[in-house]
């Protein structure tokens, strides 16, 4: 095996260059979904019993919203209802776990690479086998980006809903005779709108990628690099 020397010439290239990108790309991706905190509330008023309360209910990565209770700052009972016993809708915990995983692994491997590309460069080059799983991994994250960063969407489109103005049909308080919910507010997503963003950036990176890890591959050049291992490495013999 090669020894370690440091060669900062394949970051100067497409092939590590790209990869930063994606070493940052993935960052991004799993703390804006990882990182996200959030609470939504809601004005309940009976003015019979003279109860007006704003009752607030917190969120947040992996979104289990069906975990996420009502509470009051006062007192759990509003309207003649204990509201730690009334819960957000929706588990969303399959899809932003998937995502974040994903996004934690790419960032691994991405070091594991940029590692190989700079430290080993030779032994990168020289391989057969090297290029050819860098080829199979790329390929493979493309797609795994363009799964995650969909299911992600989609899921983080019901978030929104389920934590917006149609909380108030989905809760049964709200609908009986003499109480009144009112929507007062969500905290802004604007932190997960970008973590999408950044998981299709990242699909786009991956797949641009493959090319350039391809060329380093054996499938790219068959002949050249079947002669390169049979003649040793040595220069061709020159002819008259």
Same mark, same amino acid.
């Given at each position: 095996?090669?020894?370690?020397?440091? %060669?900062?010439?394949?970051?100067?290239?497409?092939?590590? $260059?790209?990869?930063?990108?994606?070493?940052?790309?993935?960052?991004?991706?799993?703390?804006?979904?990882?990182?996200?905190?959030?609470?939504?509330?809601?004005?309940?008023?009976?003015?019979?019993?003279?109860?007006?309360?704003? +009752?607030?209910?917190?969120?947040?990565?992996?979104?289990?919203? %069906?975990?996420?209770?009502?509470?009051?700052?006062?007192?759990? %009972?509003?309207?003649?209802? &204990?509201?730690?016993?009334?819960?957000?809708?929706?588990?969303?915990?399959?899809?932003?776990?998937?995502?974040? &995983?994903?996004?934690?692994?790419? $960032?691994?491997?991405?070091?594991?690479?940029?590692?190989?590309?700079?430290?080993? #460069?030779?032994?990168?080059?020289?391989?057969?086998?090297?290029?050819?799983?860098?080829?199979?991994?790329?390929? +493979?994250?493309?797609?795994?980006?363009?799964?995650?960063?969909?299911?992600?969407?989609?899921?983080?489109?019901?978030?929104?809903?389920? &934590?917006?103005?149609?909380?108030?049909?989905?809760?049964?308080?709200?609908?009986?005779?003499?109480?009144?919910?009112?929507?007062?507010?969500?905290?802004?997503?604007?932190?997960?709108? +970008?973590?999408?963003?950044?998981? $299709?950036?990242?699909?786009?990176?991956?797949?641009?990628?493959?090319?350039?890890?391809?060329?380093? #591959?054996?499938?790219?050049?068959?002949? %050249?690099?079947?002669?390169?291992?049979?003649?040793?490495?040595?220069?061709?013999?020159?002819?008259?």
């Amino acid at each position: 095996m090669s020894a370690f020397q440091i %060669n900062l010439n394949p970051l100067k290239e497409p092939l590590g $260059f790209i990869k930063v990108l994606e070493w940052f790309a993935s960052i991004f991706a799993f703390a804006t979904c990882g990182g996200y905190k959030g609470k939504t509330e809601m004005q309940v008023s009976c003015p019979k019993i003279g109860d007006n309360k704003t +009752v607030t209910a917190t969120f947040g990565y992996p979104f289990r919203l %069906n975990q996420a209770s009502f509470h009051n700052s006062a007192k759990d %009972n509003v309207c003649n209802t &204990t509201w730690s016993s009334q819960f957000l809708i929706g588990d969303y915990s399959s899809s932003a776990q998937f995502y974040v &995983t994903f996004a934690v692994f790419v $960032f691994l491997y991405c070091t594991a690479a940029l590692l190989l590309y700079v430290g080993y #460069t030779n032994l990168y080059r020289e391989s057969r086998k090297l290029p050819m799983i860098d080829f199979i991994v790329t390929v +493979v994250a493309t797609f795994l980006w363009l799964v995650s960063a969909s299911a992600w969407a989609k899921a983080l489109t019901d978030i929104k809903i389920a &934590t917006g103005h149609s909380i108030i049909k989905e809760l049964d308080p709200c609908q009986s005779p003499g109480v009144t919910c009112q929507f007062v507010s969500v905290t802004s997503m604007g932190s997960l709108n +970008v973590s999408v963003i950044f998981g $299709f950036l990242n699909m786009i990176l991956w797949g641009g990628n493959a090319w350039f890890v391809y060329k380093e #591959t054996s499938l790219h050049s068959p002949s %050249n690099t079947s002669a390169s291992h049979s003649q040793g490495g040595a220069p061709p013999p020159s002819g008259m």
